[in-house]
């Protein structure tokens, strides 16, 4: 089965970086879609970036120039880099992936989840 696990996390002042990671396994294609999601609280997941297996991106308005999001195929990792924080990304941060999808940011699309990291920005 595929499992997912997130580390990274973490706190940072307004303007910090921070770059979270999560190691893949299980997985039985490499035409597997990787993605980061988070969730605030008292708000629903969202999408805030995904990778497909051909390395297309996509990406939240709301994270676009600040956050780019990268795997290393060898070590089964995806990583999301985070510059400029801002107090509203703070949330927990989940990694998600499925097979063959294209690079969506639906919460619906993913059938595999980490357990997450915190990301607290103040």
């Known amino acids: 089965d595929v499992q997912l696990v997130e580390s990274g996390g973490g706190s940072v002042q307004a303007g910090g970086s921070l770059r979270l990671s999560c190691t893949a396994s299980?997985?039985?294609?490499?035409?597997?879609?990787m993605g980061w999601f988070r969730q605030a609280p008292g708000k629903e997941r969202e999408g805030v970036a995904v990778i497909d297996s051909d390395g297309v991106t996509s990406y939240a308005e709301s994270v676009k120039g600040r956050f780019t999001i990268s795997k290393a195929n060898a070590k089964d990792t995806l990583y999301l880099q985070m510059n400029s924080l801002k107090p509203e990304d703070t949330a927990m941060y989940y990694c998600?992936?499925?097979?063959?999808?294209?690079?969506?940011?639906?919460?619906?699309?993913?059938?595999?989840w980490g357990q997450g990291t915190q990301v607290t920005v103040s």
């Open positions: 998600a992936a499925d097979y063959y999808l294209l690079p969506t940011l639906k919460v619906e699309d993913f059938r595999y």
């Open positions: 299980g997985y039985t294609s490499s035409s597997f879609c």
